[in-house]
């Protein structure tokens, strides 16, 4: 079965400063899609970034970016500039890539607080 | 487009109850399904629908039970709740293909005292 870490259960930056996330996951599989999706204290699911794994690119959205290392099956996202907006719990998913089974599979997530 | 919505936001059940969770989406998404999340837990499948007419069960289904009414609704029932499934819902919809993104209702917190 396909699992998803995430061994830092909380993280702290400094506003304006850079943080790192990570994630790493286990799969057989060679295509696959990774996510990161924010929850902010509103409980609301939102997707942050996604990454195809037969892309070498790493994907950018904005402020945010991937450094996807296929290998080591390592997926961590990094926030640039963080904003006290940033602070919220952060998911990295993995999405089965079996057809009519394809379901996310969730790490435990990590809260990031920002520092004013 | 309203997205994916859930009803109700919150529920307190005394052990034992029985209730439905609703959930629909206005995307015209194939896929549904719904999560819980524990703290410490990330969120786990409890069921899902890959398709109108079709439920599997996920991590984490039993003392649930799924309906998928049609391409828009997808329901999970209590039938008797219990302390252990005090925890936040999520339903979520999608396209079956992988490249697409899960979009997530805003959750419903349900205590079962």
């Known amino acids: 079965a396909q699992t998803v870490t995430q061994s830092q259960p909380e993280m702290s930056v400094q506003e304006a400063e850079t943080v790192t996330l990570s994630c790493t996951y286990d799969?057989?599989?060679?295509?696959?899609?990774l996510f990161w999706y924010k929850q902010p204290p509103s409980r609301q699911m939102i997707l942050v970034i996604r990454?195809?794994?037969?892309?070498?690119q790493n994907a950018t959205e904005n402020r945010f970016s991937v450094n996807f290392q296929k290998a080591a099956k390592s997926f961590s996202l990094k926030i640039s500039d963080s904003q006290l907006g940033d602070a919220a719990m952060y998911f990295c998913?993995?999405?089965?890539?079996?057809?009519?089974?394809?379901?996310?599979?969730f790490g435990k997530g990590i809260t990031l607080s920002v520092r004013p | 487009n309203a997205g994916v919505t859930q009803t109700p936001k919150f529920q307190v059940l005394k052990t034992g109850q029985s209730m439905t969770l609703q959930c629909a989406q206005d995307?015209?998404?194939?896929?549904m399904y719904w999560y819980r999340q524990d703290p410490g837990m990330g969120l786990r499948l409890i069921y899902y629908?890959?398709?109108?007419?079709?439920?599997d069960k996920g991590e984490v289904p039993n003392g649930y039970n799924v309906s998928r009414l049609n391409k828009r609704e997808f329901s999970l029932r209590l039938e008797s709740a219990a302390p252990s499934q005090t925890s936040v819902y999520f339903c979520?919809?999608?396209?079956?293909?992988?490249?697409?993104?899960?979009?997530f209702g805003p959750g419903t917190r349900l205590t079962v005292t």
């Open positions: 979520a919809s999608s396209e079956l293909d992988i490249s697409y993104e899960q979009y």
């Open positions: 799969t057989s599989e060679s295509d696959y899609y």
């Open positions: 990454q195809e794994a037969y892309k070498q």
């Open positions: 998913a993995y999405r089965c890539p079996t057809g009519a089974n394809s379901k996310l599979t």
């Open positions: 995307m015209n998404h194939n896929s």
């Open positions: 629908s890959a398709s109108e007419g079709t439920t």
